[in-house]
């Protein structure tokens, strides 16, 4: 019987579960921390941190996950970005700038079906997604009454350890 006919959970949850382990997954290989905040404010589902290093003092980023199957598309103005639907409070909340520690969008994409998502042999795990980041500080505000955005996302600003470093070295 596939796993998926035996959950216990909806969808959407799941989807914040897997989301959160392969963010988490990440932060592990960079060497990094990371908590979930007892309440989702400011758009925040886990803060990464690290210690003090000689080029920043703090390094933290904050970030809110969204996990797709198909949220992501391109589109002929937009070749080499993904575009993604992002709810008005979502987006209002990370274009804030500046805002300490920076606040990111990470957007994980993983298979449609949930029995595809994880792989375990005897001598691996392999989650099976792709994510990539995006900062909307200091973008336009939205119209009064807009209920989502599409916002374009760099094909180029995957999220792996490298950038996800470099983003908490980016604090003032």
Request: aromatic share 6%; hydrophobic share 40%; net charge negative.
């Amino acid at each position: 019987m596939p796993v998926s006919d035996a959950a216990l959970l909806p969808l959407e949850w799941r989807k914040e579960d897997f989301s959160l382990a392969y963010t988490t997954a990440i932060a592990a290989s960079a060497g990094v921390t990371w908590t979930q905040p007892r309440r989702d404010i400011n758009s925040c589902d886990v803060l990464f941190e690290a210690r003090d290093d000689d080029e920043t003092d703090a390094p933290a980023v904050s970030v809110q996950l969204k996990c797709t199957e198909d949220g992501l598309s391109t589109a002929a103005e937009h070749p080499d970005s993904w575009r993604f639907v992002l709810k008005a409070k979502n987006y209002r909340e990370l274009r804030l700038a500046p805002a300490h520690p920076p606040r990111l969008l990470v957007v994980v994409r993983c298979p449609p079906a949930p029995d595809d998502w994880v792989r375990l042999t005897p001598t691996e795990l392999v989650l099976r997604a792709e994510a990539w980041w995006a900062s909307l500080s200091g973008q336009a505000a939205l119209t009064e009454g807009q209920q989502s955005i599409t916002v374009s996302i760099p094909r180029s600003q995957r999220f792996d350890p490298s950038a996800l470093i470099a983003n908490m070295r980016s604090c003032p």
